[in-house]
């Protein structure tokens, strides 16, 4: 088999031009919102910023279905969304955006709460900026007997001292530990 040979620049140039966003994007206004349909209600409007290789960490506890629209003002942001761990991330996920534009999930009302919210800043940027704007989307009617159901067994629910989350901590410790352990044997074995 022959190597293989790299794009020649004016290739390279054209797939360059294609992935950049439509003309309209840059004359418009970036501090206009977009618009939305009527029935999405804003609750939270987040901006921040994350360096390189980092994740912020965002908890949401409201309830119904929620979406997240998220826009990098500059450099990439990613969003990972999971209703499993409060510090999702590109290997423990179940809703993921990870474009180069505007990120945009919807978190489902049947997402057991606190959802986690990882926003990841791409490598490739040393800092990126974003903003992140949380609308509850009253389109979808609630059940009002889910409500009253869920009210009631909060009340019966007991209080456990440490977290869930606190828990996966100390046992993501461990694990680091124990492994690097294994590590410097097998390297003294071997």
């Known amino acids: ?71 990098s003002l500059r450099g990439d942001a990613d969003l990972y969304v999971s209703d499993k761990t409060l510090r999702p991330s590109f290997d423990t996920y ?26 990841y800043g791409h490598p490739s940027y040393l800092e990126s900026e974003f903003e992140m704007r949380v609308f509850l989307d009253d389109s979808v009617p609630q059940d009002l007997f889910e409500d009253l159901s869920t009210e009631n067994s909060k009340k019966t629910q007991k209080v456990h001292p440490t977290s869930e989350d606190d828990f996966q901590e100390e046992e993501s410790y461990f ?9 410097v044997i097998l390297e003294i074995l071997f």
């Open 1 to 71: 088999m022959t190597p293989a040979k790299c794009c020649p620049p004016v290739a390279l140039l054209l797939l360059c031009l294609l992935s950049l966003p439509p003309a309209h994007s840059f004359l418009g206004s970036s501090d206009e919102p977009e618009s939305v349909p009527e029935e999405w209600v804003l609750l939270h409007v987040v901006q921040g910023q994350i360096g390189a290789g980092n994740y912020s960490y965002l908890r949401l506890n409201h309830d119904g279905k929620i979406v997240l629209q998220m826009r």
């Open 175 to 183: 694990w680091t530990i124990v492994i690097g352990l294994l590590k």
């Open 94 to 119: 179940k809703l993921q955006s990870v474009t180069c534009g505007q990120d945009v999930v919807v978190v489902p009302g049947e997402f057991a709460r606190p959802v986690g919210i990882g926003i």
